[in-house]
């Protein structure tokens, strides 16, 4: 469990007053971790108040990830394929006995958060706390929604095969490139909101879908100004749960259609309140990028290759396989969603997102701090 520095020296604090073990038992900290703050006192003391230290593994070539990352996005808004140059730069840079092959260029990428991300994250973090506690929110009051995109087809990345063997061939219906968009949502109570599917059509599929899931159709089978809208008609507002008895908090990564005024004024309607995470950030405090997305992928992939292998399947006058109808699609949804049940408040609990419930801490983080404009809030 990480601290932040406010807190660190309250307890350093409270503990040359009144000595080590006192202090661990009022903050629930294990001693030698005091002892270790005390040691650290002056390096804590030059810390933002709301910054947790040290965190993350300091980059070996600081200097060739940099060069690297500057290379790579230089390139893509040329619009080039990128290729791996990682060893050019540190040949350049004389660094000696330097074997990184592509996965410094993938670590470097992934790496790369903008600029002042640390108190992005502690504003967005304070923020949400700090609604939490005046509107006295309960965890079903905390809703967090994310757009999943997914494909017809669903092959996995590994097979097993006799040893030798070249070419390993995967049969599928041939449907990789058509898409469609997966809307979920939850509390962090673990309430799950109904799904919505949003397919590449202009007109509705005439198969009768499933009751459990909200389907509609554009052109691009993606999240715009009047999908939100429907959304929040059809699944947010539709919804049983008990968030509605107060004002709920509805966390959204940055999408520009999550951040249009009239969705925003859409969502105040029903008397939700906003908040956006910053971009670029969502790896950190997107509940479902942390610990959702991932298990419902697999979960899908499951569910189409259990398809694949025990129906009965009809082929095109070409002799391709069919693809998977609309109906199959809306039911491996439901099926994956309904799988999805530890992970939903282990994403809201890496991200920091509830308060904690020591009320020594929330002491500590209730002194006053700017509230940052990455965060839009509803009136």
């Known amino acids: ?19 080590i073990r006192a202090a661990g038992r009022k903050f629930s900290v294990n ?3 005091v002892r270790e703050w005390r040691k650290e006192e002056a390096e804590i003391e030059k810390l933002h108040p709301r910054k947790r230290a040290y965190q993350g593994k300091k980059a070996k070539w600081p200097k060739l990830e940099e060069n690297l990352v500057k ?25 000696n006995y330097f074997k990184g092959g592509s996965e410094i260029t993938f670590q470097s990428m992934h790496g790369h958060l903008p600029d002042e991300w640390e108190k992005k994250m502690d504003d967005f973090k304070y923020f949400v706390h700090k609604e939490i506690n005046q509107l006295g929110l309960k965890p079903n009051n905390i809703i967090n929604m994310d757009e999943v995109p997914m494909s017809f087809n669903r092959p996995t990345t590994r097979s097993v095969a006799a040893t030798g063997v070249k070419t390993i061939g995967i049969a599928t219906t041939g449907h990789e490139c058509t898409c469609f968009t997966v809307v979920l949502a ?26 459990g899931v909200s389907v509609i159709c554009n052109k691009k089978e993606w999240m715009n100004t009047e999908v939100m809208k429907t959304w929040t008609d059809s699944c947010f507002c539709a919804s049983k749960g008990s968030f509605f008895n107060s004002k709920p908090l509805l966390i959204l990564d940055a999408l520009a259609a999550h ?6 004024k859409h969502i105040n309607a ?41 129906r009965e399947h009809t082929f095109t006058p070409a002799g391709q396989l069919r693809c998977a109808t609309y109906v199959d699609v809306c039911k491996w949804v439901l099926a994956a969603w309904e799988r999805i049940t530890p992970a939903i408040g282990n994403g ?20 006053a701090a700017p509230q940052t404009s990455t965060v839009t809030e509803a009136h």
């Open 186 to 211: 939850c509390t962090a109570g673990g309430e799950k909101l109904k799904p919505m599917v949003i397919f590449k059509r202009v007109m509705m599929p005439r198969e009768k879908l499933p009751a």
């Open 71 to 95: 290379w790579v996005l230089a390139q893509r808004q040329r619009q080039r394929a990128v290729k791996l140059k990682a060893r050019l730069f540190a040949a350049e840079m004389k660094i």
């Open 1 to 19: 469990k990480s601290y932040t520095s406010g807190f660190k020296l309250s307890v350093l604090t409270y503990a040359k007053e009144n000595g």
């Open 259 to 264: 951040k249009e005024t009239s969705v925003q």
């Open 31 to 33: 001693k030698k971790s």
């Open 348 to 367: 809201f609990r890496k991200c920091e997102i509830l308060p904690e419930v020591d009320s020594s801490s929330s002491e500590c983080n209730s002194d």
């Open 270 to 310: 029903v008397r939700a309140q906003l908040a956006v995470i910053p971009g670029g950030l969502t790896c950190k405090l997107q509940p479902f990028d942390v610990a959702v997305n991932h298990p419902f992928k697999c979960f899908f992939r499951e569910e189409w290759d259990n398809w694949m292998t025990n």
